[in-house]
C-alpha cells in the first residue's frame, strides 16, 4: 500500500505541474493571437484546432495506450510538450510568429495533449489501486481545477503582461517538470495483451467490447449528453454575467472563478458522500444538482446569489466526475482501458462544440442567456429522469469494489 500511495503521490505531483503548464498556455495562446490578429473567426478557430485532434485522435491514441507501458506514454507526452512550447518561445522572441505559426503549435499539443491526459487517467487504477479509486480520482479533479483555474490563468496573464514568451517559457518548463516526476514512478505499466492486431482491429475490438456491456454504453450516452446540456449555458457564461447580471469586466473575472472554487469543494467532499449515499444515488443527485443549480442561475438577477449558484454548480460538476472516473476505473479491464476511454473522450468532447452552437442559437432565438441557463437546468432534470430510469437493476455494477463486474463477452 505504502507503494502505490508513493506513485500516486508522484502521479498527482505530475500532473500539478502539467495543469499548471496547461493553464497558463490556455491564457497564452489566446493573448499571443490577439497581438497578431483581431479578426474574431481567426481568435475563434485557435480554440477550435486545439479542440480537434480529441475528436480525430482519442480513438487511435487509447488504442496506443492499450499496448504500450503507459508511464512511458506520459513521460514522452509531457517530454514532446516541453520542447514544442520551447520552441514556440524561441520563435516569439526571435520575433518570427505568425498566427498559422501559432495554429500549427496548437495543433501539435493538441495531438500531444490527447495522449498525456488519456495515459493519465487510464495510469489511475494501477497506482491507487481499486479501493483508492474515489479519492485518487477527486485529488485528480482538485489539481486539475487548482492548476488550471486557479494559478494557471492569473500567471499566464501575468507572464504575458511581462513579455511575451515569458508564459511559453513556464508553460515548458511546467511539461518538463512534470516528465521529471514521472520517472520516478517505478514499475511496468503495459497492459498484459494476448493478441496484437493492427490499431484499426484493436480500436474496432474496443468499441465491440463497449457495445457488448449496455451499462458502459449508458454511461456513456449520459455523459456526452451532459456534456452537451452543460456547455449550452457555458457557452454564454461571458454574455450572462456582462449583460444580464451586469458586471464589470473585473468582477466578471472574479464571478468566472467561482467554478473553481466549488470544484475544490467538490473533489474534497466527494469521497465522503459516495461513501455514505452510493455511487448511483451521488451520481443521480449530483446530475440533479446540476441541472437545478444552472436553472437557478437563469432565474436571479443578483451577483451573490449567482456567484453563490455557479460555485455550487461546480461542486455538483466534480462530484458528477468523480463517480463516472471511478466506475470507468472498476468496471473496464486494463486491457480495454485506453479504448474506452478514447471512446468516452470522443463523444463527450464531440459533444461539446455541438453545445456551444446551440447555447449561442437558443440565446439568439430566446432573447437573453439566462433564458439558456433556465432553458439547460429543465433538459437536464429531463435527463436525470431518464438516466435514473436508464440505470435503474445496476446495483452490482455501481457497487463494484476490487475486480471488474464486466468481462470480454
Known sequence: MAGKDRRL???????SASNLGDGVGKVAFPLLAATLTRDPLLIAGLSATQFLPWLLFAL???????????????????????????????????GAVTIWVVYVFGLL???????????ANVLIPSVAGKGGLESANSKLQAVEVVGQNFLGGPLGGVAFAVFAAFPFLLN????????????????SYRPEVARRGSVRAEIAGGLGWLRRNPFLTRLVVIAGVTALLVEMPMAQ???????????????????????????LLGAAVAPRLISRFGRRG??????????????????????????????????????????????????VPSEYLGRVMGAWRTVVW????????????????LGSASATFVLSGAMQVVLAVVAAWA???????????????LRDG
Open 109 to 119: 499539443l493538441g495531438v500531444v495533449e490527447t495522449v498525456a491526459d488519456s495515459a
Open 60 to 94: 487511435p491514441v487509447g488504442a496506443l495506450l492499450d499496448r504500450v507501458d503507459r508511464r512511458r506514454a506520459i513521460v514522452a507526452a509531457n517530454a514532446a510538450r516541453a520542447v514544442l512550447v520551447g520552441l514556440l518561445a524561441v520563435l516569439v522572441l526571435a
Open 350 to 365: 464531440g459533444a461539446v462544440p455541438l453545445g456551444a452552437l446551440l447555447g449561442g442559437l437558443a440565446s439568439s432565438v
Open 172 to 187: 515548458s518548463a511546467g511539461f518538463a517538470l512534470a516528465a521529471a516526476l514521472l520517472l520516478c514512478i517505478t514499475g
Open 391 to 405: 440505470l435503474r437493476g445496476q446495483s452490482e455494477e455501481f457497487a463494484a469494489k476490487t475486480e471488474p463486474a
Open 237 to 263: 457564461l461571458v454574455l450572462y454575467g456582462l449583460e444580464d447580471l451586469r458586471l464589470s469586466e473585473v468582477v466578471f473575472g472574479v464571478f468566472a472563478s467561482g467554478a473553481g472554487a466549488g470544484g
Open 9 to 15: 503521490t508522484w502521479l498527482l505531483s505530475a500532473s
Open 282 to 331: 451521488v451520481l443521480l443527485s449530483g446530475m440533479l444538482a446540476v441541472a437545478v443549480l444552472i436553472g437557478g442561475m437563469g432565474l436571479v438577477a443578483h451577483p451573490v446569489v449567482a456567484g453563490v449558484l455557479y460555485g455550487l454548480f461546480g461542486a455538483a460538476v466534480v462530484v458528477v466526475n468523480v463517480v463516472l472516473a471511478t466506475l470507468r476505473h472498476l468496471l
